[in-house]
């Protein structure tokens, strides 16, 4: 079975802390993602890689960075943790382009004080 | 911008009966998804429908696919109390990115 390891179940971090969020799977695929999810927006894509060392924006990239040095680790990097940060964080990684299914972590909770 | 939005928001039904919920998209697709998510738990993946497909059954799921309408649904026959939980659908664009929806929260009594 796919395995996507979130280092962090939960995480308490003081605002202008930096924060990183580490992913890891175990079944050499090509593409990873961070998602956030939020009541009432459901999830919204941060950052997604299609290969090591690549990354591109997806839709709320504002307050974070991402670092893909390894096929299978995938860190989320909160430079300066904000209030508004304060979410459920879901990584996800999928076989290729194309293929469909996302393979999710079990997700970090993230609350910024 | 949010892809897909399901409807209802939250649908409340005693086991056995049958669970149908909706998601409406704005753009072409390549395929749709639907994931479920147990409360505080990652998703996990239900079933994808490609483009092309109109209709896939997998054991009590039914989906369907109007690509004209830009919509589809996620039938969950015979519910049990354990299909408790949040369903989501979700539309593929490039580089397999996937866009979600806020999701329907299904609660199936005993």
């Known amino acids: 079975d796919v395995k996507v390891t979130q280092s962090s179940r939960y995480l308490v971090k003081r605002t202008g802390e930096k924060v990183f969020l580490e992913c890891v799977q175990d079944?050499?695929?090509?593409?990873m993602f961070w998602y956030r999810q939020d009541p009432g927006l459901g999830l919204r894509l941060i950052y997604f890689?299609?290969?090591?060392?690549?990354?591109e924006k997806g839709d709320i990239p504002e307050g974070y960075s991402v670092s893909r040095e390894k096929k299978e680790r995938f860190s989320l990097i909160l430079e300066s943790a904000s209030t508004n940060q304060t979410s459920m964080y879901l990584c996800?990684?999928?076989?290729?382009?194309?293929?469909?299914?996302?393979?999710f972590g079990e997700g970090s909770r993230l609350t910024v004080l | 911008s949010q892809q897909g939005e399901e409807d209802p928001q939250a649908l409340s039904i005693q086991e056995g009966e049958n669970a149908t919920m909706n998601c409406s998209y704005k753009t072409s697709i390549n395929n749709l998804q639907w994931y479920r998510q147990n409360s505080g738990r990652g998703l996990v993946h239900l079933i994808l429908i490609r483009s092309n497909e109109r209709e896939k059954h997998s054991g009590r799921l039914r989906v369907t696919l109007d690509t004209s309408k830009k919509s589809s649904s996620l039938l969950i026959t015979a519910s049990r109390a354990a299909d408790t939980a949040s369903y989501f659908c979700?539309?593929?664009?490039?580089?397999?990115?996937?866009?979600f929806g806020q999701g329907t929260i299904l609660t199936v009594h005993p």
């Open positions: 079944m050499d695929h090509e593409n």
């Open positions: 996800a990684s999928s076989p290729r382009v194309g293929t469909g299914e996302l393979f």
């Open positions: 890689s299609y290969d090591v060392k690549m990354k």
């Open positions: 979700a539309t593929e664009g490039s580089y397999g990115k996937l866009t």
